[in-house]
């Protein structure tokens, strides 16, 4: 069924019933008093630096030593509400994500004004449940910020950190797919608390309340845009008894190949193969048992003899030449000692990979042994694991925490102490999101939600839940509600 725009006229104003294809599934509900109170207890700031214009050179002062400091508006001022401009983040800490998109639409203010190509994008992220938490529109050209409510993430004094880094990647993936202004400094953006009567301030709807992990928010938009996304290595052993017998098996293959490789260096190559009546198609077959050939031996090593004589002719080893080598090997191998079997050479990339540790052995004589291109490489945190394990690992370790004041103990301790401190941060935000939303569904409805309705629309747990009302000391109606 077609949706369509409708109109009606209820004591003297007009209302637009709204639908999902002309508002981009956004709320058209201008944002009151306590959504903006809501914002400033997710953001966690007793003050912000705000601009009460584009001028913001104005939005510093002068110390008496005659450096700049900026100017800082305490959140629960009225002088907050006069900057239409505010810094939500800062180098140390963010608990939003703000994009700032730069696609004109029409002069109004409202959802229905957007651009229909914005309209459509916050609809399928809606639609995924990656919608902003606010949406703020330029009355005079259609054009909007949004803004998600994150975690807070952290950084040090130079404002690096993995987890900056993290926003970073969400905020241009998340930016681009939407149009966003590539200039946008990501420092002053509009501000949503704004209460002043300027023509052009943005006009501010909040969409929900939703709490979003960065890491979840850019796998599923890079799910949703069909970019691929980082995924952590897992554990492929169940013990670490199977970790330390795959690496010894990897250790044992890679022996073998390097005996192989010492029996070619031996041959003198080019000399004598066109006197050996052994060899097929200038390939010397390897076996298994008659009838049956080592395939993969027989390529590697005539890899590594193509690679010898590249060298001694003073030419390159290129990969495409030590991989047609090697290829041609396997081929010759394939067709007189198939012994039913059917072609298994290994996939490209582990072809170049083979061509790197040809060369890496020609060019040294004493390089490390360099094995097969099998699958299942340990990861970094199973190497460490396994090295760990052993015996000198184990000294290692125990070495470092003998003296429980040394330098490394203290730096681990103190790194300890800084992120216990901001999970407890972390945990009391929470808490006091869950207050606030438990008082504020009571003022609106005259009811407290019901704590599972808490963990849908917050995405916390019910303990969670249940500290924090017992902190706040909210006491929820015991037995069952009453049947209308």
């Given amino acids: 069924m077609a949706m369509s725009l409708v109109n009606s006229t209820t004591s003297g104003t007009t209302r637009h019933t709204q639908t999902t294809d002309l508002y981009g599934g956004l709320d058209d509900t201008p944002a009151s008093g306590l959504d903006r109170e809501a914002l400033l207890a997710h953001l966690g700031r007793k003050v912000l630096h705000g601009s009460r214009g584009r001028d913001f050179a104005s939005a510093y002062l002068t110390t008496k030593n005659g450096t700049r400091a900026p100017r800082m508006y305490r959140v629960d001022s009225k002088a907050l509400g006069k900057c239409e401009y505010v810094q939500l983040t800062n180098k140390q800490y963010a608990s939003v994500l703000v994009v700032d998109i730069d696609l004109p639409g029409d002069a109004g203010g409202h959802p229905i004004n957007l651009p229909e190509q914005v309209k459509q994008k916050f609809s399928q992220l809606i639609a995924h449940y990656l919608g902003p938490a606010w949406v703020g529109i330029n009355?005079?050209?259609?054009?909007?910020?949004?803004?998600?409510?994150?975690?807070?993430?952290?950084?040090?004094?130079?404002?690096?950190?993995?987890?900056?880094?993290?926003?970073?990647?969400?905020?241009?993936?998340?930016?681009?797919?939407?149009?966003?202004?590539?200039?946008?400094?990501?420092?002053?953006?509009?501000?949503?608390?704004?209460?002043?009567?300027?023509?052009?301030?943005?006009?501010?709807?909040?969409?929900?309340?939703?709490?979003?992990?960065?890491?979840?928010?850019?796998?599923?938009?890079?799910?949703?845009?069909?970019?691929?996304?980082?995924?952590?290595?897992?554990?492929?052993?169940?013990?670490?008894?199977?970790?330390?017998?795959?690496?010894?098996?990897?250790?044992?293959?890679?022996?073998?190949?390097?005996?192989?490789?010492?029996?070619?260096?031996?041959?003198?190559?080019?000399?004598?193969?066109?006197?050996?009546?052994?060899?097929?198609?200038?390939?010397?077959?390897?076996?298994?048992?008659?009838?049956?050939?080592?395939?993969?031996?027989?390529?590697?090593?005539?890899?590594?003899?193509?690679g010898h004589r590249l060298r001694q002719a003073g030419q390159r080893m290129t990969d495409a030449a030590i991989i047609d080598a090697y290829e041609h090997a396997y081929t010759v191998a394939q067709e007189v000692g198939a012994d039913g079997r059917t072609p298994e050479l290994p996939p490209m990339k582990d072809r170049q990979t083979m061509a790197r540790r040809v060369r890496g052995y020609v060019t040294t004589s004493k390089g490390e042994a360099y094995g097969s291109s099998a699958t299942g490489r340990a990861t970094s945190a199973e190497r460490k694991a396994l090295a760990t394990m052993g015996r000198r690992g184990g000294k290692k370790a125990a070495e470092r925490w003998k003296d429980p004041n040394s330098d490394y103990a203290t730096d681990l301790r103190t790194k300890l102490q800084g992120a216990n401190e901001r999970r407890a941060v972390t945990g009391r935000v929470t808490a006091r999101q869950i207050a606030n939303f438990f008082d504020d569904t009571f003022i609106q409805t005259g009811e407290y939600p019901s704590i599972p309705q808490a963990m849908n629309e917050l995405g916390v747990s019910r303990p969670t839940v249940s500290r924090a009302l017992k902190t706040a000391g909210i006491q929820l109606p015991r037995g069952r509600k009453k049947k209308q």
């Avoid at 052994?278 to 009838?291: A, S, T």
């Fill in 139 to 306: 009355p005079v050209n259609g054009k909007c910020q949004a803004i998600w409510l994150i975690d807070p993430v952290y950084a040090d004094a130079s404002g690096q950190s993995r987890a900056m880094t993290l926003l970073a990647a969400a905020t241009h993936d998340l930016g681009q797919w939407l149009g966003h202004d590539s200039h946008f400094s990501h420092r002053f953006s509009r501000s949503p608390f704004y209460t002043g009567d300027s023509p052009t301030a943005y006009r501010w709807y909040r969409q929900h309340h939703r709490v979003y992990r960065l890491g979840d928010l850019l796998a599923g938009v890079r799910a949703m845009t069909g970019q691929e996304s980082y995924a952590k290595p897992r554990q492929q052993f169940s013990s670490g008894r199977e970790l330390i017998n795959a690496v010894k098996a990897r250790r044992e293959e890679a022996e073998r190949f390097k005996a192989l490789s010492k029996d070619v260096e031996a041959e003198l190559a080019g000399q004598l193969d066109q006197y050996d009546p052994e060899l097929i198609q200038g390939v010397r077959v390897l076996w298994i048992r008659e009838g049956r050939a080592a395939r993969d031996e027989t390529a590697f090593r005539h890899a590594l003899k193509t």
